[in-house]
């Protein structure tokens, strides 16, 4: 501001083309003459001054006092004249100076640690007790919870706007008609019979709603200096008030950072808790993939180490045996017979991925996630006391949408206010009528990829008729033109879905911010949840399953078209390559996309505003904030999701890709330093929201932890060749080993019965073939020299070892499951959700602040004009609290509970006790009776005889009062 004394807490910025529109220029006056009603300041920057000519600024600026009044609104926790003991929380703490990972902590030179105090709930009435430097009131509220409170005062500041229904009558009136409350009287417009003010003008509210109408073009609070100081040399100490920015630059965005923990209080105290908490859990679970990935590569090295002893695929590779087999087309008419020593190197892969240590590293990463979940609340819990979140969930405020549109009011059971109430049977109408449009937008996604799948077949099909130069490239062809077609139609219904996700959310209208944005995550992934694993699922579960041998109709889709089949060694290839893909390539592209397109955007507006510079105009702090890029309406949407779906590929389909958790690893060292830039660096800065959980992601990932174990037994049970390998090594191999595992596994059929004959049989190649193979337990055709009985009744139907195989799988299904499942619930059920040390530091905080608030407010009671009162009016004060405390004891007891104000009652009897008017005013039976009473049940019970009682009370109160 011009007054060096005052900070800037927000910017507005509006261009010229908003200020030439009578109707947005008179709402945005309406609004600002709102905003300085709400106790706000505001200063203004002329168009002339910014680097474009174009845009205004507005400037806003709280107050001491509109600062003690909102962080009372929204319950800021602030800090008190007692520190919390460091000492004994050490003591607490096992091994701490033993910590193997000490060398990787944050720099104290770079990062200082802060004093420690304990907080409380804020409140103006007990200004006393909080640690104010009163010599510079306005330091006791860090930046960003200055624009904390700024942006609820945005967010719940009404203004006048045109009714929807007449918005082409407003442009037809005088330009000079204004759209406020307090003139709008005056006009002559409205002067005797003639339009109704509210046929014209409706109340709206907030900020975003100004945004969204293009009445301004950006709010935001302002970042801290630079976050690189030219002349800075890396490594020394960062002096100096308003520096925060450049130290989390230094400690945490910088690329050299990334082995290095995180500055989570100083991350805290800059972007927030809600940001905070997202870079604790990213770090957490970066961390706890570092087991993962052990394991998950010492699987990989068990099977590249046995790859050349696998009997299985030694014999596919061996040209005189079973891999001398003839098989069947793979396609129609343009396909041949192959020979399946072919498939060598398929099979050798196939091998890495599909062993015994894949399945035992299945059910450890079933463990793993449990473990993770747990240890994760425990540490959320441990953050939660660290920041003063515990009680977050009973100081959290209502949406202003919530209070405007919700007309049906209750009292509340513990404040006793009269607030807004949503019946249960509005909730539930309204979250069924949004959650099955929600199902329906999935479904649409469903066909869509199944559209993609027979688009693909079809068009193999119809590419593999054409003449050979057309049909040599069906498949690629086919892959193109289907990613093309898939992005496209994902993309569409992305942008439809978003848009719809967030007028549904509207509609059934949430209590508090968090009940809003929990509810339009849900409905937002459970569209990413089939957009990301759809195409992997049906590669999975459904791929070379739905179809029968080659020479049924079956085997082709409306019977004319082939479908798609796996090689003999099974699918689990073709699911490491998707996974592969998705994981690896799409995470690189995203990263890129995250850094790449911003910076290159940013350097194209700060050139041009520098450019500027040059001509004359000062480049200010606002207009460098303003040229960065805004941020989304919900800023850790798309962090959380890209983690939870990497979260989903790295433990559904960990027995098809056991090297998930490294690949994982080494993105989320790389992501964590990109959020944090991205964050400092290319970002407006967020408002300092508060969160003490990461919200519905926990069940989200609770959830995917069930589908896991499920998706994993029948990945290893029908995907893999574990259980028919099993199975025939313990019921058909004459030796007990996998000899002739392969030979077993692959069924003939005569070629004049296939269906779709190649046009090129290569008969110098093959000869004259009569007879191909193909996977599957099928009975050979009648009279084939592989038959036991040659007048078997059908030919080509399952065999008995198919349904042994098929008995085996679902056995395994549910021993693998009810194991797993075992196995978690042990683990929940030994792990604590609080840990031992948290617990005991609650205790102790609460014994400490308990005692210091009841000294503050009855010891340090001050009259109205801030001097200390006598001890008539301290007398005076503590029966009128006592008087007001009765009433409420009377109201809870016909809800039938007490419990809850019964300290408070009963510490200020003790007060006046020692106070000696009210002693007087007293019975000697009274004093006798809280003397005696010395537990706490006859103590409760004296309590609410003595309340009985009012007479004395009623007359103390005439004497001094």
Known sequence: MKDEDKRVDYVLAYTTESDKDPVKREMRESFEESLMAEGLESEHEDKADSQDGQTYFLKLHAPWNTLISGAQLLNLRKRIKLRRNVESEKKLRCCDCFHPLKGFQVDPDIVPVGDDFFTVTFNKNKIDIFNINWNNPESFFTNAERSLIVKVILDRTRFTSPAPENRLILPMMPVALPLNFKSIKASPLFQGPGLDLFDVLEISFGIQKLLSLGVYTAAFPLHESQYCEEGYIQGTPIVGEDKDRQRLYEAWARPGRWCHYQPLHLIRKYFGEKIAIYFAWLGFYTFMLIPASFVGVVAFIYGLSNIYRDIPSNDICNSTGVGDSIMCPKCDRMCSYWRLSQGCTYARLTFLFDNKATVLFAFIMAIWTTVFLEFWKRRQQELQYEWDLIDFDLEERLRPEFELKVKQKRQNPITLEMEPYQSWSTRLTRTLSAYSVVLMMITLVIMAILGVIVYRIIIVGLLHSMPYEVGKHAKIITSLTAAIINLTVIMALNVVYARLAKYLTEIETPRTYSEYEDSLTLKMFLFQFVNFYGSTFYIAFFKGNLISHPGSNRYYLFGRFKQDDCDPAGCIVDLFVHLSMVMVGKQFVNNMKEILVPMFSIQRRQSKSLQKE???????????????????ELPLFDDYLEMVVQFGFVTIFVSAFPLAPLFALLNNIIEVRLDAYKFVAMWKRPPAYKAHNIGIWYEILQGLSFIAVLSNAFIIAYTSQFIPKITYQLLHSKTGTLEGYFDNSLSYILTKDLIAKPLNNHTETFGEVTECRYSGYRH?????????????????????????????RLVFVIIFEHVCFLSTWLVVYIIPDVSGRVRRMRVYDKQLIHKLNFDATFADTRSDNGEPQNEEQRTCSLLEQLQEMQENVAKSRERGSTSSIESSHFSLLAQLGNTPHAGASRSQDEESKMSSNTSRSKKSFSLFRQLRHTRSLRQSEDKYC
């Open 780 to 808: 050979p055709p009648k009279g084939h020299w592989s038959s036991n009985i040659s007048n078997h009744a059908k030919p080509y139907t399952y065999t008995s070892q198919y349904w042994h195989i098929f008995a085996a």
């Open 614 to 632: 040059l001509d004359g105009n000062e480049y200010m702090r606002w207009e460098h904030d303003h040229d960065l890029e805004d941020l989304p």
